[in-house]
């Protein structure tokens, strides 16, 4: 689908024949033309499903707040803070400070951006409905999967949420109930999904049955259906249809684009800078010289939990001390890097000073990070957005310099599939399949190569090794989690795995702690996790035009 299936092409026909939000009436008049109702309008329709799975080409909100990546979910979690100055983006500042009222735009942006996904596949499908004739069996499926795929995103970061079927998207004010959660309803897409989906597509980008099966079993896992969820996992495993790229670090650069690891992705695309594609929604997350604009640096509860003793993770100590860090540290000061054994996925994934950053040179610490000391975000930057300087073409560019990688962002990877089998198998009491899964992703990333210094030496002290056994279920299901958050560190997948284990106000507390004493600035700063954190509020503003038909989450 990249360079083939086009996103933004006959968008004005587009935006006439499918509703944005979930608070407008469809535009039924532009659905129901003769001219529509064959295979290439099902195809534009389709398209312009597609398009929404960055978030863009949807009403309402910042690409920012759109962003199709998740990126500033990582800032509600441990893995990261919001960077740039805190003044810049206040917003997002409330967010991670656990500050959240119901009329915060960046859960507006969001909630319209999912809806204008989903009420584009439902369109998808009403088209298809009114056709006599001809085989749309494989794209009624798409739709079917683009719909699961949006509600999923809906239900895991609101809770309570209304379903949009197909009988009711053209409703007046689309007024649904939001009476309790979807899962019935995300899975019965999945199903139908698989049921029609191939097994393989022409266009990259596309989904397959494979791919549906993996999305159906992750809707499980967060149902805590551990048994129906591994059945699926067991059968895309044993399929052979995907596998681990040799390179941890392939996933983030071109060659890593709808490769054999990739099981769905955005589908950016870049023109060395001649367009305003790529990744918009991450278009902040640039370090100073590379245009704008410093926000999405990594934690040190990120950093620090790439340390190990005998190459393997510190699963109940890693923070009881720190990756040496150069905070409050200027780049003309000297700084001497951590001397500790690391797991080498950190260099990939965090950007920090004396250590190589994709190809532009050695990272020097405070000239790259616009945050002041005095702000709330400290010392670290993101990596794994930021393409490769040999692969610099691959970008597109904004109206203020800003930049937009042209890289794929992967929704779902083959070592997702991997470890959540390995989850699934720890539930089940079969530690020993959930050890070799696991044991297979820490492979991957003890055969990678290794960051290096100027000198071709590696740039720190990697030490990784393999589990010999996992002692009970209490440590095999630390493990399992902590490999996630080593393997997915800034991804945009942390704060919904803390939410679905149940463990956020545990893990978010020791986390203030923790990074108030070596972030100074962060102390004090954020309030507790609470119970109700586990779920966004829903919109003030979907509230107030749904005509009472919504009701608030509970505590907002």
Known sequence: MKKTLFYFGLMLVLLL??????????????????????????????????????????????????????????????????????????????????????????????????????????????????????????????????????????????GNVPFISLENFQATEFSQPNSGNIWSQIEADFQAAVSGLPSSQADAGRPTSMAAKAFMAKTMLYQAKYGEALSLLNEIISSGAYSLLPEFVDNFKIVGDNSVESIFSIQFTADGGQSFNGNRGATLNWLGPFGCCGFYQPSQDLVNAYQTEGGLPLLDTYNQTDVAN???????????????????????????????????????????????????????????????????????????????????????????????????????????????????????????????DESGADAANYSIELYDSFADQMMARKAVRFERRLEFGMEGHRLFDIRRWGVGSAVMDAYAANESRTITSFAGDSRAYEGKHDMFPIPSEAIDLSQGALTQNPGF
């Not at 978030?55 to 500033?72: I, M, P, T, V």
């Open 17 to 158: 024949a499918c509703s944005e939000d979930f608070t407008e009436t469809a535009a039924i008049g532009a659905l129901s033309d003769q001219s529509l109702q064959n295979e290439l309008g099902v195809d534009l329709l389709l398209t312009s499903a597609y398009s929404t799975l960055d978030g863009e080409n949807s009403k309402g909100g910042a690409d920012w707040h759109k962003a199709g990546d998740n990126w500033w979910m990582d800032v509600i979690a441990d893995d990261a803070h919001k960077g740039s100055t805190d003044g810049d983006q206040a917003d997002l500042f409330l967010l991670e400070t656990f500050d959240w009222t119901s009329g915060n735009p960046y859960l507006a942006g969001k909630w319209k951006a999912i809806f204008a996904g989903i009420n584009r596949a439902n369109a998808v499908l009403d088209l298809i409905s009114k056709i006599d004739g001809g085989d749309f069996s494989g794209q009624a499926a798409e739709a079917h999967f683009l719909r699961g795929h949006y509600n999923f995103e809906l239900q895991k970061m609101f």
């Open 326 to 452: 150069d905070y409050g540290i200027n780049s003309d000061e000297p700084f001497t890097t951590h001397a500790g054994p690391l797991d080498p996925r950190l260099d990939y994934t965090v950007g920090r000073r004396g250590i190589e950053y994709n190809g532009y040179g050695v990272h020097p610490g405070k000239e790259w990070v616009r945050s002041a000391f005095a702000d709330i975000s400290g010392p670290y930057s993101a990596k794994k957005h930021v393409y490769q300087q040999s692969e610099g073409g691959n970008q597109g560019t904004g109206g203020w310099g800003q930049q937009r990688s042209g890289i794929n962002y992967h929704i779902m990877r083959y070592a997702d599939v991997l470890l959540m089998a390995a989850e699934a198998n720890v539930e089940m009491g079969n530690m020993g399949a959930a050890l070799d899964l696991v044991n297979q992703v820490r492979s991957r990333a003890k055969s990678s190569a290794t960051v290096k």
